[in-house]
């Protein structure tokens, strides 16, 4: 029962890309339907297909904490779905009904080499379905992507080969229980992290998450990237203690270095692949210090920074461009105004948001407050650059409800805080009164560096890998010192 969610979609996808044009949607609806029954009804428990143990075979696990994963997953999906359902032929519901099938296997499965096949084909549907309309850019943007999710799959299957070779099964949880040697493990990792969007590291995702086609962007940031992530977070119980550290102060410089290029971009997309990548580094944190709260936030960025790519490919839809610049002067309705407001402060761990409660329970809150301040820079600066019409636009009322829910009733059922800590608000509302301030000061000097800045090529192809084969020479000598 449990691989239908997997077998369902995937077949009803190419059965998609089979009928008629005008029938095409029937099996996605068909397909939703199914998996919210079966996620529902289905019994936790641990299964593995052909009858063999799970030494030899591939184990899959269902509990409670992969149902409301999957359900969560499948709310995104649907909401994609539904902006996209008109614009595209009958071949992108075949890619994207795959893709969520092999989701939802890939976060059941515990094997590791399962995980590797998995993750594969998502970065190839990913690499499709980025420049499915055959834009010169976004071809190049999915090139990267691929050439250097390849990469990285090769030294994940170097750690996994290693692994094998001493443990005699790639079972997952075996493995875990006997314990993870530290080579196979930074190799993983590491091959992880470039999946994930760690600064420096992964130098697809700017382009990758500006160019792609509507729908696909949300679907990058908001759940794509938490693959890798999600692997480090089942193979973390094995990390040793010294990488354990170097990788936390990782989390802490990449934070804080993702969030002043946010502040310096122009592109209004390019700017939330940045934010994302401040992101990561809050997961890579919550995963090596306070790994229960993990699964809370995959569900919250995965619609918070979602909705927040919807209303910028509505707003690239509408004005043609991706450039704060142009769009300075460009009206957007009150309550897409209202919800930038909400969406920018909880992504930036202000209370009542869960970023906020997650961000709490880690022993460097305080610090993190840095990129609170750089968050209300960064908003001040968007927000600044539209002016608002008085009417009220109601395509966004189901995110509204979404963000609602996960917000003040979901987080705060899950977080139990009598103290409510302030300082987050005062960084934040620092920051947007610090860049009012200097754009009146120094509003020329400000737009001549940030043009500097960006013109300096810090995420090319060449760079990307130099700044990768330097991060493992390097996490590969400190384990020995």
């Given at each position: 029962m449990y691989l239908t969610l997997a077998l369902i979609p995937i077949s009803a996808g190419i059965i998609c890309y089979l009928i008629k044009s005008k029938y095409k949607n029937i099996p996605v609806y068909i397909s939703f339907i199914y998996n919210f029954f079966v996620i529902m009804s289905s019994k936790p428990g641990n299964f593995t297909p052909g009858n063999y143990d799970f030494i030899r075979g591939i184990e899959f696990v269902f509990n409670a904490e992969i149902r409301i994963l999957l359900l969560s997953v499948l709310l995104f999906f649907i909401l994609i779905f539904f902006r996209v359902k008109d614009i595209y032929k009958k071949e992108f519901n075949l890619f994207f009904l795959v893709l969520y099938g092999s989701i939802n296997s890939f976060f059941m499965s515990r094997d590791f080499f399962n995980i590797y096949v998995h993750i594969e084909l998502i970065s190839i549907i990913i690499f499709l379905l980025i420049a499915m309309d055959r834009n010169t850019k976004r071809i190049w943007a999915s090139m990267k992507y691929m050439f250097m999710s390849t990469i990285a799959l090769q030294f994940y299957l170097i750690g996994v080969g290693i692994i094998y070779m001493k443990s005699g099964t790639l079972n997952l949880p075996y493995n875990l229980e006997k314990g993870i040697d530290t080579i196979p493990y930074i190799l993983i990792t590491f091959s992880l992290l470039i999946k994930s969007g760690g600064i420096l590291l992964s130098g697809w995702l700017p382009d990758a998450h500006s160019e792609a086609i509507k729908g696909i962007s949300p679907l990058l940031s908001g759940l794509i990237v938490k693959i890798g992530?999600?692997?480090?977070?089942?193979?973390?119980?094995?990390?040793?203690t010294k990488i354990n550290n170097i990788i936390i102060y990782y989390s802490l410089i990449t934070a804080t270095i993702s969030s002043i290029f946010t502040l310096f971009e122009d592109d209004i997309k390019k700017m939330l692949a940045f934010s994302t990548m401040t992101n990561m580094s809050y997961g890579l944190l919550i995963i090596l210090i306070n790994k229960d709260l993990f699964i809370y936030f995959i569900i919250y960025h995965m619609f918070s920074k979602g909705i927040l790519f919807f209303i910028?490919?509505?707003?690239?839809?509408?004005?043609?461009t991706k450039s704060l610049t142009k769009l300075n002067g460009s009206f957007i309705s009150i309550d897409i105004y209202i919800l930038m407001i909400i969406l920018f402060m909880s992504l930036s761990g202000v209370y009542p948001s869960m970023f906020y409660f997650i961000k709490?329970?880690?022993p460097n809150f305080l610090f993190l407050n840095i990129n609170v301040l750089i968050s209300g820079m960064y908003m001040i600066k968007v927000l600044k650059k539209f002016k608002i019409k008085k009417d009220i636009n109601f395509k966004y009322i189901i995110n509204y409800i979404v963000m609602f829910f996960l917000t003040y009733i979901y987080s705060n059922k899950i977080?139990?805080?009598?103290?409510?800590?302030?300082s987050p608000y005062i960084y934040f509302f620092v920051g947007t009164i610090l860049y009012i301030i200097l754009e009146k000061i120094c509003n020329k000097k400000i737009i001549s560096f940030e043009k500097k800045f960006r013109n300096i090529k810090f995420f090319t192809l060449e760079n990307s890998l130099l700044y990768q084969l330097i991060f493992l020479v390097i996490i590969m000598s400190l384990k020995y010192i």
């Open positions: 992530l999600y692997t480090i977070y089942l193979i973390s119980p094995s990390i040793d910028f490919e509505d707003i690239y839809e509408k004005e043609k709490k329970s880690l977080f139990e805080y009598k103290s409510i800590e302030i």
